[in-house]
C-alpha cells in the first residue's frame, strides 16, 4: 500500500514583461494636404519646386515617393528617399497653366497617393514688359 502523494503548489507573484512589436499594418499619409505650389514659368530646370512629405503612424518600415502620373515630362522627384520635386523641363503658361501630379507615399507594404497641385504664375519679366507696353501704348 502506497502513502498518498501530497503536493504542495507555491504560487508566487511573477512579473511578466511583455514587449508588444509594431506590425507594418498602417499607411503613410501626407502632411499639410492639400498640396499646392505656385511656381513661375522662368524657372529654370533642376530648380527645386517643392519638399514633399509623408509620415508613418509604424516604427517599421521605410518611406520612399514617387511620381505616378501628370508631369507631362515637365517635373521629376530627385531620388526615391527624399521627395524633393525638380523642374525637369521648361514651362509655358500659355500652353498649361495647372499640373496636378499623383505622388505615391509607400512604406514598402502599403501606399498613399496625394494630388500635387502646381500652378504656373507669369514670368516677372513677362509682367514687366506687359506693364510697359500697357502704359506705352496708353501713353503715346
Ligand atoms: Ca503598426
Ligand atoms: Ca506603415
Redo the contacts with the bound molecule.
Sequence with gaps: MGLPLCVVASVSNAQVRVTVLDR?????SFRDTPLEYSVSEDLPTGQMVATLRAS???T??H?TYSLVSGDDGHFQLDTADTGVLRLKEALDREARDTYRLQIRAS????HTDTVVTIKVRKALQSIRTYKFLSWFYQNP
Excluded at 507594418?24 to 503613410?28: E, I, Q, R, T
Excluded at 512604406?107 to 502599403?110: K, R, T
Design positions: 507594418n499594418d498602417s499607411p503613410p508613418d503612424p509604424d517599421l518600415g518611406l512604406d514598402g507594404v502599403q
